[in-house]
T-cell receptor, first 111, second 112 residues
Framework: NAGVTQTPKFQVLKTGQSMTLQCAQD?????MSWYRQDPGMGLRLIHY???????DQGEVPNGYNVSRSTTEDFPLRLLSAAPSQTSVYFC??????????FGSGTRLTVV | GENVEQHPSTLSVQEGDSAVIKCTYS??????FPWYKQELGKRPQLIID?????GEKKDQRIAVTLNKTAKHFSLHITETQPEDSAVYFC???????????FGTGTSLTVIP
């Protein structure tokens, strides 16, 4: 099992550009989530999904979109990148009632 | 929604001493409490967890205790080693909203 795979690992965007962060898991987990991690602020939930076709907003959803067309994939789209979106992004998955398995993260810089 | 508070934010201990990190939560419907360790530049990794029907759980040098009445849970690391140095996050899972809520993290430094 590869676990949770995130791509890319690093990305630099210009303000206003859009991009998609990819996340895939091969553990047949129902739950998938996207978090951003900023210094001193811990992990903040952006969007999450409890199954294919079901998504919901977390604590900081503005500027991001998600979709969950399959159990395996949960991409995060940045619609129009802003410097405030400079962060480390983690995708995570779990089965119902279990703890998260995190991906290796994407370090995003918006200039 | 749920609010998870974690203390202390930084903790330094001498090698061999014990370390304790405490978290409080607000939602009485929270039923699952994992702890994660994140080494510098790495992903958070689950190290131990506890469910609401259990008061204590141990795994070698680490243990977690839960006090449902007071709504707090704690991570205990005994005989600390330099490789225990990392940021530790607590989390709670609530059936209300079906989400995980994280504490803000504790940076643990074990001094050789």
């Amino acid at each position: 099992n590869a676990g949770v795979t995130q791509t890319p690992k690093f990305q630099v965007l210009k303000t206003g550009q859009s991009m998609t962060l990819q996340c895939a898991q091969d553990m047949n987990h129902e739950y998938m989530s996207w978090y951003r991690q900023d210094p001193g602020m811990g992990l903040r939930l952006i969007h999450y999904s409890v199954g294919a076709g079901i998504t919901d907003q977390g604590e900081v959803p503005n500027g991001y979109n998600v979709s969950r067309s399959t159990t395996e994939d949960f991409p995060l789209r940045l619609l129009s990148a802003a410097p405030s979106q400079t962060s480390v992004y983690f995708c995570a998955s779990s089965f119902q009632g279990g703890g998260y398995t995190f991906g290796s993260g994407t370090r995003l810089t918006v200039v | 929604g749920e609010n998870v508070e974690q203390h202390p934010s930084t903790l330094s201990v001498q090698e061999g001493d014990s370390a304790v990190i405490k978290c409080t939560y607000s939602d009485s419907a929270s039923n699952y409490f994992p702890w994660y360790k994140q080494e510098l530049g790495k992903r958070p990794q689950l190290i131990i967890d506890i469910r609401s029907n259990v008061g204590e759980k141990k795994d070698q040098r680490i243990a977690v205790t839960l006090n449902k009445t007071a709504k707090h849970f704690s991570l205990h690391i005994t005989e600390t080693q330099p490789e225990d140095s990392a940021v530790y996050f607590c989390a709670s899972h609530t059936l209300t909203g079906n989400q995980f809520y994280f504490g803000t993290g504790t940076s643990l430094t074990v001094i050789p």
